[in-house]
């Protein structure tokens, strides 16, 4: 009740009351509502009626522009999954700075998450922390991890019943063998790197890199499915509690667009796929948001590289002098992105790849073909060089692999896939006088009679591709699938060390090996073997298994250090030296191939799942309606 005072005025009583007593009913009134206003402070779970009256808090400054890009607006706190997974990670997990003094609240808070905004004010006291996690909280998406594993059609790890012609137990042998050497790997890396990106062996440390932008654990992120598939469950565990504990995403560097994708994120999905572990889903979706930015171009065509800290973006220096992305990098994307819409309901990543697709579509390739570089400012090629090897392979692999996931109803990614399959073997499929089919480079029309390493993963693509050509190209494109991982399998037994060079040539009377030292190096590359696998999957034809363990036993033999494996710097020596580093995609790429050469076609079946380009597992699309729906505020 509002009393004006007007000079001269008094305003006449309703009730009747005396000056005495309407002072001391003003005064019981002011009492009631200074003790009412004080139970909004004093009393507990008053949050609410705080909100009523007082304003918000001010939230830290960027986190409205992140839940932009996340498509989703900033929520308090989020439902449990429908699955058996852990707890998202505590607050404040992705702060290295915070790491030590923090570590025990935060085993405490993955077991009691904060239930409601008292919680969660009283965790961010106890730990300087903000309340908001802008990219974990602003995952409102539900998947249900159990409707999609039922509607798989093999159990993920297979039978382990093996029924193949050759004596059991000396396959199962085989087996353990690339099991025991993926331990051997794996406890090395521990051992000397652990945390760090890649192991150097022969001096027995980690190294860091500058592809990765400041994230650290490269080779832990792509050994997850690798140590799940195995059975490594020990290992699995310790890389796992290392994501949790370690795996910080505020990072400031400048990282590889595709590096980041295929080995982190694929990583990260497959591992989610594989387990239901909640913490590798809500990690791959905060990655892929910081990939984002590297599409702001005016074609939509993402560059190569993105800086995490401005968000800026940039073309690697030595793509046409700066001005190109690169046809292998933007145009293997789209596998993951898919899968980090349909984790995430954000609807941002499928976007984005789709426009890829429909630039590709409408711009005029020469022959048939595309090209390695492309401008994403003008949208035009900047050079006719094509390639199945470096620079080009996985845009066609993604193509094929893009109609499988989509459990066959990517119409466009099929015809696209024919396509430019029709126009490589029309301009560059040719077969050497030694009787050696293989795929050479386009440069404006003359052609370099080469072939790299990282094209030996076409033998594999084109068995993959065969049964869904047209019916009287599928005998064919089997038949060209055995050749060419022939002529691969050529290139490592023309070697000292039975193991094939980067690049090998067919000219001068010389077929199926390297010209010189600057290419006749192996870094532990999975293009071969991969073939192999696909061709056995296809064929059951027992010489691709005996290729395949030829390749264990060079490893063994040339590339296996007291600390680890490490690549060697020519292959045509009997005495190679080493080079000292374990690639991260051994033990993502070769090492899983090699154990699913000698695996029953069930484990990991084709028929639930696609491998993206480093030999991540993500799972076909047996029905559009996968874990959709919101969680509830």
Not at 26 to 31: A, D, R, T, V
Not at 169 to 197: C, D, H, P
Not at 439 to 466: N, P, Q, T, V
């Amino acid at each position: 009740m509002l009393m004006r005072k007007v000079p001269g005025f008094v305003p006449a009583s309703p009730w009747g009351l005396r000056l005495p007593q309407k002072f001391l009913f003003l005064l019981f009134l002011s009492g009631l509502i200074t003790l009412c206003f004080g139970a909004l402070f004093l009393l507990p779970n008053s949050s609410r009626l705080k909100r009523l009256f007082l304003a918000p808090r001010t939230q830290q400054p960027g986190l409205e522009v992140v839940a932009e890009v996340a498509g989703h607006p900033l929520v308090r706190k989020q439902e449990s999954p429908p699955n058996p997974a852990p707890a998202a990670p505590a607050p404040g997990e992705d702060d290295p700075s915070s790491q030590a003094s923090t570590r025990r609240r935060k085993e405490w808070l993955r077991r009691t998450h904060p239930t409601g905004p008292r919680e969660e004010a009283t965790a961010a006291r106890s730990s300087s922390v903000a309340v908001f996690r802008p990219q974990e909280e602003s995952i409102r998406f539900s998947f249900d991890f159990n409707a999609f594993r039922s509607r798989l059609r093999h159990p993920v790890l297979g039978t382990r019943a093996y029924k193949s012609e050759e004596p059991q137990s000396l396959v199962r042998t085989q087996r353990e063998k690339i099991k025991e050497m993926m331990q051997f790997a794996w406890q090395s890396y521990k051992r000397y790197a652990m945390g760090k990106n890649e192991l150097r062996p022969l001096t027995k440390d980690g190294y860091e890199g500058n592809m990765f932008g400041g994230l650290s654990g490269a080779t832990i992120i792509d050994s997850l499915d690798t140590l799940y598939l195995m059975e490594l469950k020990e290992e699995f565990q310790e890389a796992k509690a290392w994501v949790e504990e370690h795996f910080h995403l505020n990072v400031s560097g400048e990282a590889s667009l595709f590096e980041v994708n295929i080995r982190y994120i694929g990583g990260l999905l497959s591992a989610f796929y594989l387990t239901g572990e909640e913490v590798f889903r809500i990690k791959a979706i905060k990655l892929g948001e910081k990939l984002l930015p590297a599409f702001n171009t005016p074609t939509g065509i993402p560059k190569g590289v993105v800086n995490f800290k401005s968000g800026s973006n940039r073309s690697w220096g030595w793509a046409m002098a700066g001005s190109s992305s690169i046809l292998a990098e933007f145009g293997s994307l789209h596998l993951e992105f898919l899968h980090l819409t349909e984790l995430s309901g954000n609807q941002v990543f499928a976007e984005k790849v789709r426009h890829i697709r429909k630039v590709l579509r409408k711009i005029d390739k020469p022959f048939g073909l595309y090209p390695n570089f492309l401008s994403p400012v003008s949208g035009n090629w900047m050079q006719h060089h094509v390639s199945v090897g470096g620079l080009g392979d996985s845009f066609y692999e993604y193509l094929i692999k893009s109609w499988l996931m989509s459990a066959k109803t990517d119409m466009e990614a099929k015809d696209m896939y024919y396509e430019a399959l029709e126009a490589i073997e029309t301009h560059l499929l040719n077969v050497s006088p030694g009787g050696l089919t293989y795929i050479a480079e386009w440069r404006g029309g003359i052609l370099d009679h080469k072939m790299g390493h990282l094209a030996c993963f076409s033998g594999g693509m084109i068995a993959l591709g065969a049964e869904d050509a047209k019916e009287e190209k599928r005998a064919h494109y089997r038949e060209l699938a055995a050749q060419i991982t022939k002529t691969c399998h050529e290139s490592y037994t023309r070697s000292d060390t039975k193991l094939g060079p980067e690049a090998f040539w067919f000219n001068s009377g010389r077929e199926a090996v390297a010209t010189q030292l600057s290419e006749s190096y192996y870094i532990l590359r999975p293009e071969v073997v991969e073939s192999y696998m696909y061709l056995w999957r296809q064929t059951h034809n027992p010489v691709y298994r005996a290729w395949g363990w030829e390749v264990v036993m060079a490893l063994e033999k040339h590339c296996r250090t007291e600390a680890g494996f490490s690549g060697i710097q020519d292959v045509y020596s009997s005495i190679p030296s080493h080079d000292n580093k374990q690639q991260t995609f051994f033990l993502a790429e070769t090492l899983k191939y090699l154990y699913l050469l000698f695996s029953e076609d069930d484990t990991l079946s084709l028929e639930d799942w696609v491998f993206n380009t480093e030999a991540h597992p993500l799972p076909v699309n047996h029905s559009d309606s996968a874990g959709r729906g919101e969680d509830q505020l």
